[in-house]
């Protein structure tokens, strides 16, 4: 590191090295997005000086019309990028181009897969805009000088993004920041009025600053505005043209991609707000970090006064993106003022209403939009049946499942449609939770439902917890786990000679049902005649009010202590090893039968043996008897 007075050369931290490299081989495709993220940026940093000119008026220096000018010099074949809003200082660009410091970065670069499609919309995401000058430009120059600062504190950062970047120290006359972009060999067509016009009117024309550009007379040395800079969002909706709310979507989303859908509502009377909501079309990679911060921007009278205003969204619509800007807010509001403001509150109430209302129309009338919604998003909304009791009938009737019905893991099913193919006789709702799709669908739990044709939900996301506690009934129907309490599938239409051949194995049964108890009686809290199974010999069950052995398993994992709880054996009296094990006379060889079947249970509940040995020991000396 070289170091003067004024000027130091520094090395990027490794992960901005990483991240250029893929800025310029993922993006060139869509190279134009430079101007919209340099432009998002500078709109960003006007908006952010006009909250802070709200306690300091000092801020202004004589400079109170806010603008961002783009500019063009065909012989110095540069473009630059001006704006007079809030600038930085010396340390804040080390911290902010220099290095990427913000939450998820690992997670970031855990998520880049090597598609460069992919990787462009990672990128989009992680909202590092300002790298894409490097997609056109083989050196950067940015000088800046944040408001409130004298003169020559300004500072002036310069790299060619090859690996090292200078940081020097220069006089600013005019706060805000200046980016000039020195343009890679084939990029003139760039160097054009028209076309960088053309460009901002197609990702920029909604920002609310005026965005000027030199008229193109060459005698003539006035500015004109290029954007329309009018709030997108006060505008009456059959004014916005679908390609505008993309565009803006793109803007705060920092997003490449499409919205999924999205609700612009205009709230009049004694509260005056307006929403504009967006869905993403893809999940975003730090979605699983509940600490991330995400959410939706809050204006006040067109005054943007914070990012990320969780108290607007509850977390379990942590995905949802857009913009809430109130007339009735003070412009002096805070983070904590927002948690204790009983506007605030119902405009939460109405914002959640109006994102459920979209997702239940894309689950009625989109099918197919609401199958993209749920794979990226499904599990983070069924975190909602334990957030919000108000509106759990309605997240319930979005929730979809993966189920008996098909042999595919695409959870499509709805509670509505279960209900709609439940068999003549059927009282409940039967569903199964396991620590994976392949184990839930092959589960000996599901054999006599397989036989009867009775359709289960099978549940593999950890979240799926939350349903046994949360959901108890759906329209008058009770819901019941296959793995818990007894199962009673007698209502349903039985062949006569079924009938009565389980009355007669419970009678001939009872004498063997009491040996393996007595064998088993540490281990298990009762053994009966099975209602389950059909093919397997023997499974765990827990009683109707023990927890879940899945929960149970989750919850020992996270390091939590779990009182202890005997399962249940259950027994099917039909099966050869049964049959066999009925006359057993020895009592060895039955003791090592019951501790088989045991062992098994276990293992078909995806749990681990206490004892390997002694049941491989067991296993291989009835096989070499046998």
């Not at 193919?421 to 739990?445: T, V």
Request: proline content about 3%; glycine content about 6%.
């Amino acid at each position: 590191m070289t170091v003067d007075t004024h000027k130091e050369t520094l090395g990027f931290q490794a992960e901005v090295k990483q991240l250029l490299d893929l800025m310029i081989h993922s993006l060139y495709s869509n190279k134009e997005i430079f101007l919209r993220e340099l432009i998002s940026n500078a709109s960003d940093a006007i908006d952010r000086l006009r909250f802070a000119m709200l306690s300091d008026e000092s801020l202004h220096e004589n400079d109170s019309e806010l603008q961002i000018r783009v500019a063009y010099d065909k012989d110095a074949r540069t473009i630059t990028v001006t704006d007079n809003g809030i600038g930085m200082g010396r340390d804040e660009v080390a911290e902010q181009i220099g290095t990427i410091a913000k939450s998820g970065t690992r997670e970031f670069f855990q998520s880049l897969t090597g598609d460069q499609q992919k990787d462009a919309h990672l990128i989009g995401q992680f909202g590092v805009g300002f790298y894409s000058a490097f997609v056109v430009a083989d050196k950067v120059t940015l000088t800046t000088r944040r408001a409130g600062l004298a003169p020559e504190e300004g500072v002036r950062w310069e790299s060619n993004g090859q690996g090292e970047y200078t940081l020097e120290t220069v006089e600013k006359p005019v706060r805000g920041t200046e980016v000039v972009l020195h343009l890679r060999e084939g990029e003139d067509e760039l160097l054009d009025g028209y076309r960088l016009r053309s460009i901002i009117r197609k990702y920029s024309d909604h920002i609310t600053v005026p965005i000027l550009m030199k008229v193109e007379d060459k005698d003539k040395e006035e500015e004109e505005r290029v954007n329309r800079a009018s709030a997108l969002w006060t505008r009456p909706k059959n004014q916005i043209s679908e390609e505008e709310y993309t565009e803006f979507y793109k803007h705060i989303g920092h997003d490449f991609d499409e919205p999924l859908a999205y609700v612009h509502s205009r709230m009049e009377g004694t509260q005056e707000y307006i929403l504009l909501l967006y869905i993403p079309s893809r999940a975003p990679f730090d979605l699983w970090n509940r600490d991330s911060r995400h959410g939706v921007k809050l204006y006040v009278r067109r005054v943007f006064i914070m990012d990320d205003a969780e108290q607007l969204m509850p977390t379990y619509l942590r995905f949802v993106r857009g913009i809430v800007d109130s007339n009735d807010l003070p412009l002096n509001i805070s983070r904590e003022i927002l948690q204790h403001n009983r506007l605030i509150d119902t405009i939460r109430s109405n914002a959640v209403k109006k994102i459920l209302g979209l997702l239940t129309d894309l689950a009625t009338k989109e099918k197919e939009k609401y199958a993209t919604f749920w794979q990226a998003f499904g599990r983070v909304l069924k975190e909602g049946l334990a957030e919000d009791h108000g509106n759990q009938e309605t997240i319930v009737k979005l929730l979809r499942f993966a189920s008996t019905y098909s042999s595919s893991e695409t959870q499509d099913v709805s509670l509505e449609d279960y209900v709609a193919r439940m068999k003549e006789g059927q009282d409940k709702i039967y569903y199964l939770i396991a620590e994976s799709f392949a184990a839930a669908k092959d589960s000996p739990l599901l054999e006599i439902f397989k036989k009867k044709g009775v359709e289960v939900l099978l549940l593999s996301d950890p979240v799926d917890f939350l349903l046994e506690g949360e959901i108890r009934e759906f329209q008058g129907t009770t819901l019941q786990s296959v793995s818990r309490g007894e199962i009673d599938l007698s209502k349903l239409k039985v062949e006569e000679e079924e009938k009565e051949e389980q009355q007669e194995s419970a009678g001939e049964t009872q004498e063997l049902l009491e040996r393996l108890k007595t064998v088993l009686d540490e281990k298990v809290k009762e053994v009966r005649l099975t209602t389950r199974l059909t093919t397997s010999p023997a499974c765990l069950v827990v009683g109707e009010y023990d927890m879940d052995p899945n929960l149970q398993r989750l919850l020992k994992a996270s390091g939590q202590t779990i009182p202890s709880a005997k399962p249940i054996l259950e027994i099917n009296v039909h099966h050869p090893i049964i049959l066999k094990l009925r006359d057993e006379g020895d009592e060895k060889r039955f003791a090592d039968w019951a501790f088989v079947l045991f062992d098994q249970s276990v293992l078909s509940l995806g749990e681990k043996l206490d004892d390997p040995i002694n049941f491989v020991n067991r296993l291989n000396g009835l096989l070499a008897e046998a």
